[in-house]
Nanobody, 114 residues
Framework: QAQLVESGGGLVQAGGSLRLSCAAS????????MDWYRQPPGKQRELVAV???????NYAGTVKGRFTISRDNAKNTVYLQMNSLRPEDTAVYYC????????WGQGTQVTVSS
């Protein structure tokens, strides 16, 4: 069964950092691209960052240069290092991949205070 479990969210002041983790079941991790999405309050879910099985990455323009996505294949885990956080980064962050259908984690809340 495909599962994603996020952790690492919390409350941080503007300018601070957080690292999110997403643990995936081994079945789906090795060959799949992994994504981070976020959903700000009252807004639609949006793509933040993508990493493919070869380690190639892509970022939304709003986070490029501040966020870094990475993966540890030995631990079946993908990370999102978030630096220079801004109040507009406040959102529920979701890990996502595709394994016959969309697979989503439960989400983790990130709140950035000004």
């Amino acid at each position: 069964q495909a599962q994603l479990v996020e952790s690492g969210g919390g409350l941080v002041q503007a300018g601070g950092s957080l690292r999110l983790s997403c643990a995936a079941s081994a079945t789906i991790f090795g060959v799949n691209a992994m994504d981070w999405y976020r959903q700000p309050p009252g807004k639609q879910r949006e793509l933040v960052a993508v990493i493919d099985s070869g380690g190639n990455t892509n970022y939304a323009g709003t986070v490029k240069g501040r966020f870094t996505i990475s993966r540890d294949n030995a631990k079946n885990t993908v990370y999102l290092q978030m630096n220079s956080l801004r109040p507009e980064d406040t959102a529920v962050y979701y890990c996502h991949t595709f394994w016959y259908s969309d697979v989503w984690g439960q989400g983790t809340q990130v709140t950035v205070s000004s």
